[in-house]
C-alpha cells in the first residue's frame, strides 16, 4: 500500500501543479482538482464530462484539461458517449484517507465534498425543473407512453442524477438541517418552489419510490425549532401529487 500511495502522491503532483495561478475570476488548478477529480470519486453513477460540467457549473474544458491530465488513474474516453471512470477504486481510496494521502493539498474531504455536490445538485434542479417539464399537457399520461427521446431531451442526464441523488449527498454531508445552517436554507427553498416539480420529475424517471425515501430522509436530517411546521410544509404536497400521478405509478 505504501509503494501505491507514494506512486499516486508523485502522479498527483506532477500532473496538478499547484505553485501556477489562475487569472482572476477562474480557479486555480489545484481549486479544479478538487472539485472536479473530488465529484468525480464520490459520484453514485459516473457521468459524462459535459454531464459533470453541467452539474458542476463548469467550463467543460477545464473539466477535460484536469481529468486528461489524469488519465493514468481515471477512464477519459474519447468522445462524450462515454462516462468518465475511475480505472482502480484504491484511488479514492487514497484520495479520501488523510493517513494515506499525506499531502492534504490533494487530500478529499468527503463530507465536504458531499456538501457541494448536494448544493450543486439543488442549484441545477432549481434552473431546470418546471411543472410539466416533458410538455406532455396531460398529467395523468403513463410513464410507459412517455417517448424515451423526450425525457432524454427534457430531463437530461445530469438533471436526472441531481434528480435521485441530491439527498443522498446531503446525507452524506452530515448536515443538519436546523435552523440558521446555510443548507437548511436551501433546502427549504427548493422544497418550497419545486416540490412537486421534483416529484414530477421522479414520476417520469420511474424513480417515485426512492421520492418517498427521500422524503423520509430529508425528514429524519430536520432539527429545527418546530419540527412538526417543516414536517407538514415537506408532506404538503404529496396528496395532491399522488392523485395527479396514480396512473403512473401503477
Not at 480557479?27 to 453513477?45: K, T
Not at 481515471?74 to 479514492?92: A, G, Q, V
Not at 478529499?108 to 432549481?126: F, K, P, T
Request: aromatic share 8%; net charge negative; with cysteine.
Amino acid at each position: 500500500m505504501k509503494q501505491l500511495d507514494l506512486m499516486y502522491m508523485k502522479l498527483l503532483r506532477y500532473a496538478i501543479r499547484v505553485e501556477d495561478r489562475a487569472p482572476p475570476g477562474e480557479d486555480s488548478p489545484l481549486q479544479r482538482f478538487r472539485r472536479i477529480v473530488g465529484s468525480v470519486v464520490i459520484l453514485f453513477e459516473a457521468l459524462t464530462a459535459s454531464a459533470l460540467a453541467t452539474l458542476l457549473g463548469a467550463q467543460l474544458d477545464k473539466v477535460d484539461q484536469t481529468v486528461e491530465s489524469l488519465s493514468s488513474v481515471l477512464n477519459y474516453p474519447e468522445t462524450d458517449d462515454f462516462p468518465i471512470k475511475l480505472l482502480h477504486p484504491s484511488f479514492r481510496d487514497f484520495l479520501l484517507d488523510n493517513r494515506r494521502c499525506d499531502d492534504l493539498q490533494f487530500c478529499i474531504v468527503g463530507e465536504n465534498a458531499h456538501g457541494d455536490l448536494a448544493v450543486s445538485c439543488l442549484q441545477l434542479l432549481s434552473r431546470h425543473l418546471k411543472q410539466d417539464i416533458c410538455a406532455l399537457k396531460l398529467p395523468g399520461t403513463l410513464t410507459s407512453e412517455v417517448d424515451p427521446f423526450t425525457v432524454q431531451r427534457c430531463i437530461p442526464d445530469e438533471v436526472r442524477y441531481a434528480c435521485r441523488y441530491w439527498v443522498d449527498h446531503l446525507q452524506r454531508s452530515n448536515v443538519k438541517l436546523c435552523d440558521g445552517e446555510p443548507l437548511h436554507d436551501r433546502v427549504h427553498v427548493f422544497l418550497n418552489k419545486h416540490f412537486l416539480h421534483w416529484l414530477e420529475a421522479l414520476s417520469i424517471l420511474g424513480y417515485m419510490p426512492d421520492g418517498v425515501l427521500m422524503v423520509k430522509a430529508l425528514n429524519s436530517m430536520l432539527t429545527v425549532s418546530n419540527p412538526k411546521d417543516f414536517e407538514r410544509f415537506l408532506f404538503l404536497g404529496i396528496p395532491c401529487l399522488a392523485a395527479a400521478f396514480s396512473d403512473c405509478n401503477t
